[in-house]
């Protein structure tokens, strides 16, 4: 049977006794020359199970505990010694913004500070979200030391599931030294990315993490990572300190198409929403009537990013009627970006700088006769 906890509670021991022993529920036994990894589990598919073998589809996720997942994968202890720590175990659309929060200063307790004893993280994770954390731990992380988020597309039950092989790369990369200074990476079916470019691009297949624009960073030999070049972070890429803050504010994201009028802006706002990102067609448009309740938040106070439904390309700078350009990031990273500086406490013409800084390169450009 699962050794599962449930889901809440599991969330809840790791909030109260952070600071402490971490709730760590696993760990291996310790082999003095080996590095240490802490394995996050979240949930996921990575952790699901179906009862067919064939099912990829209606299988429940967040069935199998952190211990299964790596007793499953006694090759781990060839590269890292490795503890473990149940946060949560569901499917990756359930987490909350309270959870991400929690996630974040999880890793940064657990790795930057001085008492720290692992070597890097791992971060077992559903796939449906999985860039939108690892979006979040990238611009929130204190130090240098490698975070490698994993999930699978097949449950563990299906044939050729592909989770183990998954956790293997993840933590074999994650302890491998040419790893750091790449910011916090994505590791499905032996390929590596850079959370900040990298996301899920096909709802069902295995190859589906890739950064369509800017590509893998390496690939995965026989277990062992391979890099194509010498480490550095993105360009775009900024950090921020979440130590103090308690809490994300609400961001609610818009899709485009034709003739929206974007009357839900004017609910999101009155329903609370601090912020609002569009995910409009193609470079970020927005339809002429939409813009009506666009100028409305925007005079209430409430900043709007314009991202693209196309999830693959930049929305520049300047932006029109106020809005703010989202860059590089697609929607559900633009909103990350959103909560992080509004939880910051920044001006709406901070937020606007702040994102245009995501952009730089494209800045030189005399982009205004576009708009
Ligand atoms: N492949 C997966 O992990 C999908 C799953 N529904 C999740 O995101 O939790």
């Not at 590089?328 to 992080?340: D, E, H």
Request: glycine share 8%; net charge negative; charged share 15%.
């Amino acid at each position: 049977a699962p050794l599962v906890a449930p889901a809440k509670s599991a969330v809840q021991l790791v909030e109260r006794d952070r600071g402490s022993d971490f709730n760590v529920t696993y760990s291996s036994n310790y082999t003095e020359h080996l590095p240490r990894t802490l394995i996050i589990a979240t949930g996921g598919t990575i952790a699901g199970s179906s009862a067919d073998n064939t099912d990829t589809t209606t299988y429940t996720a967040g069935t199998v505990g952190i211990e299964q997942l790596i007793v499953a994968v006694p090759e781990l202890l060839n590269v890292s010694n490795v503890d473990g720590i149940q946060f949560s175990n569901i499917a990756s659309e359930s987490i909350s913004d309270g959870m991400a929060l929690n996630l974040s200063k999880l890793v940064n307790e657990a790795l930057c500070s001085n008492a720290s004893k692992w070597d890097a993280a791992v971060i077992t994770h559903g796939t449906d979200t999985l860039e939108e954390t690892a979006f979040f731990i990238d611009a929130t992380l204190q130090c240098d030391k490698p975070v490698v988020v994993v999930g699978a597309m097949r449950p563990s039950t299906a044939i050729g599931a592909d989770g183990g092989n998954n956790l293997l790369s993840a933590v074999t990369t994650a302890v491998t030294p040419a790893s750091r200074n790449r910011g916090t990476l994505i590791v499905l079916n032996d390929r590596i990315c850079q959370a900040l470019y990298c996301q899920k691009t096909q709802a069902n297949t295995v190859d589906t993490f890739k950064s369509p624009e800017q590509g893998f960073i390496g690939t995965l030999l026989s277990t062992k990572p391979v890099y194509y070049s010498t480490p550095s972070q993105p360009t775009f890429k900024r950090v921020y300190d979440l130590s103090n803050v308690t809490s994300l504010p609400p961001v609610e994201i818009l899709i485009g198409y034709q003739g929206a009028d974007l009357a839900l802006m004017d609910v999101a706002v009155s329903g609370g929403a601090k912020g609002i990102v569009i995910a409009g067609v193609g470079s970020g448009s927005v339809s002429e009537t939409g813009k009506d309740h666009v100028a409305k938040a925007v005079e209430q106070g409430v900043p709007v990013v314009r991202s693209t439904k196309i999830n693959v390309g930049a929305v520049p700078s300047p932006a029109y009627a106020n809005t703010i350009a989202a860059g590089l990031l697609n929607p559900v990273k633009a909103r990350r970006l959103l909560q992080i500086l509004l939880a910051l406490g920044k001006s709406n013409d901070e937020v606007k700088q702040a994102f245009e800084e995501q952009l730089q390169g494209f800045l030189t450009l005399d982009l205004k006769k576009h708009y």
